[in-house]
Antibody
Framework: QVQLVQSGPELKKPGSSVKLSCKAS????????FNWVRQAPGQGLEWMGR????????NYAPNFQSRVTITADETTYTAYMELSSLRSDDTAIYYC????????????WGQGTLVTVSS | QSVLTQPPSVSAAPGQKVTISCSGSSSNIGNNYVSWYQQLPGTAPKLLIY???ARPSGVPDRFSGSKSGTSATLDITGLLTGDEADYYC???????????FGGGTKLTVL
């Protein structure tokens, strides 16, 4: 069973950037798709994008295309998500979620990272 | 507004059955698999149903999924108070080249 452990909470100023990490333990890192999903307070789930190391591909949601970069380091089994030009409405819990590279599901989730954007 | 449409809330008594609907279009539910996620209060979501009707090991058979056209359904039978949670449907959208979620449905077990 693959476990995903995310980095700790962040407090950021508007206009700045944040880079979150998601470390996987167990399984074969490169064969998974690593997705980032966020949840604003009291709101639903919103997919931001994914990376599939074995295919060398990334996909980003249209709403985040210009501001998000997702990367992966296969040597440390860690996926990263960087979000730039932060606004107050980016305040949310950010989850990483993995699934098999070629299968459409999120079968394991990290514990979530709270990002607060405030001046 | 979410691309997939779910009712905001449903409720039923313990032991009863509840159905949660998820409506989409041909670019998502109509031509792709649907998955369902359960989010208990204060926790990360958990995979409940994948490939529209398959259950991961450990998920009770009280939970079942189905699809007809551009709509999907999650059925929960024999409701337990521990089933109180938010439930989300999701599917890949071929037009958007993105995953899309429903807005979530809050289940209350009265």
């Amino acid at each position: 069973q693959v476990q995903l452990v995310q980095s700790g909470p962040e407090l950021k100023k508007p206009g700045s950037s944040v880079k979150l990490s998601c470390k996987a333990s167990g399984g074969t890192f490169s064969t998974y798709a690593f997705n980032w999903v966020r949840q604003a307070p009291g709101q639903g789930l919103e997919w931001m994008g994914r990376i599939i190391p074995v295919f060398g591909t990334t996909n980003y949601a249209p709403n985040f295309q210009s501001r998000v970069t997702i990367t992966a380091d296969e040597t440390t089994y860690t996926a990263y998500m960087e979000l730039s030009s932060l606004r107050s409405d980016d305040t949310a819990i950010y989850y990483c979620a993995k699934g098999p590279a070629a299968r459409p599901r999120f079968d394991s989730w990290g514990q979530g990272t709270l990002v607060t954007v405030s001046s | 507004q979410s691309v997939l449409t779910q009712p905001p809330s449903v409720s039923a008594a313990p032991g009863q059955k509840v159905t949660i609907s998820c409506s989409g279009s041909s670019s998502n539910i109509g031509n792709n698999y649907v998955s369902w996620y359960q989010q208990l209060p204060g926790t990360a979501p958990k995979l409940l149903i994948y490939d529209t009707l398959a259950r991961p090991s450990g998920v009770p058979d009280r939970f079942s999924g189905s699809k007809s056209g551009t709509s999907a359904t999650l059925d929960i039978t024999g409701l337990l108070t521990g089933d109180e949670a938010d439930y989300y449907c999701a599917a890949w959208d071929s037009s958007l080249s993105s995953w899309v979620f429903g807005g979530g449905t809050k289940l209350t077990v009265l």
